[in-house]
Nanobody, 121 residues
Framework: QVQVVESGGGLVQAGGSLRLSCAAF????????MGWFRQVPGKQRDVVAT???????NYADSVKGRFTISRDNAKGTVYLQMNSLKPEDTAVYYC???????????????WGQGTQVTVSS
């Protein structure tokens, strides 16, 4: 059973930094794209940053230059370093992973349970 688990959220003052971590595990044959999304109450879940298994990255315009996504393929982990945080970055952050359980399986999409990030002004 594939699981995706985030950690590292919390409360920080504007201008501060946080690092989110996410691990995908549990009978995984391969992990493909991974990413971070965020959602505030009453709004849709938006992409923050994504990274391919080869290390290619994409960022939402609102976080470019402040956030950095990285991954460790050997450990099945993905990270989001968030610097110069702003109150508008406040949201629940979700980790997302595309993975196969067996070589012959299709790629399935998995979500973590989310971790709260709150930036105070």
């Amino acid at each position: 059973q594939v699981q995706v688990v985030e950690s590292g959220g919390g409360l920080v003052q504007a201008g501060g930094s946080l690092r989110l971590s996410c691990a995908a595990f549990g009978g995984i044959f391969s992990i493909h794209d991974m990413g971070w999304f965020r959602q505030v109450p009453g709004k849709q879940r938006d992409v923050v940053a994504t990274i391919t298994s080869g290390g290619s990255t994409n960022y939402a315009d609102s976080v470019k230059g402040r956030f950095t996504i990285s991954r460790d393929n050997a450990k099945g982990t993905v990270y989001l370093q968030m610097n110069s945080l702003k109150p508008e970055d406040t949201a629940v952050y979700y980790c997302n992973a595309d993975a196969k359980s067996q070589s012959w399986d299709p790629v399935y999409n998995y979500w973590g349970q989310g971790t709260q990030v709150t930036v105070s002004s």
